[in-house]
């Protein structure tokens, strides 16, 4: 058995590759290494670079919100919309592998909300970016400056997936204890802002804050943290800030 | 569970790679480079690609998975080192780290039977 290598003219196109010639002379099988030096994620991204583009062009600031599952991701949206909802022209787009009932709690604010169910028993525990680049086409973008996306609750896989944002914002409550930074490192480093939910609760966990912001740190020494409560409200004055700063940058103004 | 997008985005390479070969090609193995920090866990991936493979031109190929250790270096002192455990700052002085190496999601060779 002989072992041939061929080096692909494009990475991972379709076209115009080299067509491999690899018959050895004599009887058996051919082996052919074919050098694919494809990243996984290609597809993926390059949908993501397409939002990137449409959402730059109409000078949207767009948010992926990353979090586990209950740790308040939507009631700081309600707290979010309640505070800049008049000010902003917001949209929100809600990741859910089943039910609306997220949508359905932002339905009293009258923005624009699409819901992207991935799937019931078992749907992608992520959003990927060819789901919200279809959600995305349904919105008029010329009449945004904010887009939100709650994506899918979970701490692993969001962090994979690029959908076109500005920036991802990791929320960690501080019921989920404070090993979560250390568990879940790759969604800390690819932030660019956590912030840490459900103070109001700090008087009755034995939770330390002090330890949660030492494994952010940990995780990723350069990320901003900030402390929240969307039930009290504290906190919200610099988150709103944080977003206020971000639909700046994009105003092209 | 993004362990099946990834051998999802495999096959689909897959396809494309054998549509330059004959009709009785198929493929035997698969080399992947996988970054530790990417969070793949290399017997789901093995799983899922065995699920998604079968019946196709691939089914039975073997998939090595070459995990790619994170290596950063010190902004402030130069230091490089493997990180071990969750500590991205210099253990030397607290410098900020740029990573090196450990984001690797990269299907790098097919090879092909026929």
Request: charged share 25%; net charge negative; proline share 5%.
């Amino acid at each position: 058995m002989e072992q041939w290598a061929i080096q692909r003219s494009h990475h991972g196109s379709s076209d115009g590759r080299d067509v491999p010639h690899a018959h050895p002379h004599g009887g058996g099988p051919a082996r052919t290494e074919v050098d694919m030096r494809e990243h996984l994620l290609a597809a993926n991204d390059r949908h993501a670079q397409s939002i990137r583009a449409l959402l730059a062009e109409h000078h949207v600031f767009c948010v992926n919100l990353l979090s586990s599952p209950g740790s308040g991701k939507t009631a700081l949206l309600e707290a979010t919309l309640s505070c800049l909802g008049r000010d902003l022209r917001i949209a929100v787009i809600e990741g859910d592998i089943e039910t609306s009932a997220d949508a359905e709690r932002l339905a009293p604010f009258g923005i624009p909300v699409i819901q992207i169910n991935t799937g019931p028993f078992g749907g992608d525990c992520h959003l990927a970016a060819p789901l919200v680049a279809g959600a995305v086409g349904k919105l008029d973008l010329h009449e945004l400056d904010l887009l939100v996306i709650e994506n899918v609750g979970n701490l692993v896989c969001p962090a994979e997936f690029d959908i076109g944002e500005d920036g991802k914002v990791v929320l960690l409550s501080v019921t989920e204890g404070e090993d979560k930074p250390l568990k879940y490192p790759l969604v800390f480093h690819v932030a660019s802002l956590a912030l840490v939910s459900k103070v109001d609760l700090l008087p009755h966990l034995d939770v330390s804050v002090d330890l949660i912001l030492e494994n952010v740190r940990r995780a990723n020494p350069g990320l901003e943290v900030m402390l929240v409560s969307a039930r009290s409200g504290e906190g919200l004055a610099s988150w709103l800030k944080w977003l206020r700063e971000g639909v700046e940058s994009k105003s092209g103004t | 569970m993004h362990e099946l997008s990834l051998a999802m985005s495999v096959m689909k390479q897959v396809e494309l790679c054998l549509a330059d070969f004959g009709p009785e090609a198929r493929v035997v193995r698969i080399t992947l480079e996988v970054g530790r920090l990417r969070a793949v866990v290399p017997n789901s991936m093995q799983f899922c690609f065995q699920a998604v493979s079968d019946g196709t031109g691939a089914d039975g190929a073997e998939l090595v998975i070459e995990e790619i250790p994170v290596r950063v270096r010190c902004e402030s002192c130069g230091t490089e080192w493997a990180v071990q455990e969750v500590a991205f700052f210099c253990p030397d002085c607290g410098g900020s780290v740029k990573t090196l190496t450990g984001k690797e999601l990269l299907l790098r060779t097919i090879e092909v039977e026929e």
